[in-house]
């Protein structure tokens, strides 16, 4: 006994219009993590620059298998690197081979590509903790409270100011060697 009754057919006519709203919903409440990576200040592009000068230069490199090599000297950690940059910066014995004056010292770091990215920011934190301790101590304070002044007050940002006038935070992050 067989009837002819029509198939039951799905409409597909507004398939499109669905999909075109879904992904619409999708791209509106999807939130996308913006990484903000290593805030750093590059210094203002000038005509006059003059070479830099090897004396001036404090290197820091680092190899593939994440040891170090500071100033020529192999090294096994950073122990100590927060005073050999200070000396280095603000050279008081006058030594030939160290920076002329604060403001001419380049501390350079220089890392192979097979580095790990942690020894680098590392490396970068213990440059730019070296600095803000010299800063902090040219105005009397910890570097905690230096790092955590409120710039919008006129007296905190005079401060700040003050104690980065004539030691500028120089460093020079060179192109990672390609090891092959």
Do not use: C
Request: aromatic share 8%; proline share 5%; hydrophobic share 40%.
């Amino acid at each position: 006994m067989k009837t002819n009754r029509p198939t039951a057919e799905v409409s597909t006519s507004s398939m499109a219009d669905i999909a075109f709203l879904l992904l619409t919903f999708f791209l509106m409440t999807t939130v996308i993590e913006i990484h903000k990576g290593i805030p750093m200040i590059l210094p203002e592009l000038t005509k006059n620059d003059q070479p830099w000068k090897s004396r001036n230069l404090f290197t820091i490199r680092v190899n593939g298998e994440n040891k170090f090599l500071v100033e020529g000297e192999p090294k096994a950690n950073l122990d100590g690197i927060r005073e050999e940059i200070k000396e280095f910066i603000f050279n008081k014995r006058g030594n030939s081979l160290m920076a002329e004056s604060p403001v001419k010292a380049v501390i350079s770091v220089k890392t192979d590509r097979a580095t790990k990215y942690e020894t680098f920011v590392k490396v970068l934190d213990e440059i730019m903790a070296t600095y803000y301790d010299i800063y902090a101590e040219r105005v009397g304070m910890s570097p905690v409270e230096f790092r955590n002044l409120d710039l919008t007050i006129e007296k905190n940002k005079r401060l700040h100011d003050l104690a980065k006038s004539e030691v500028p935070m120089n460093i020079s992050i060179a192109e990672p060697t390609v090891v092959k």
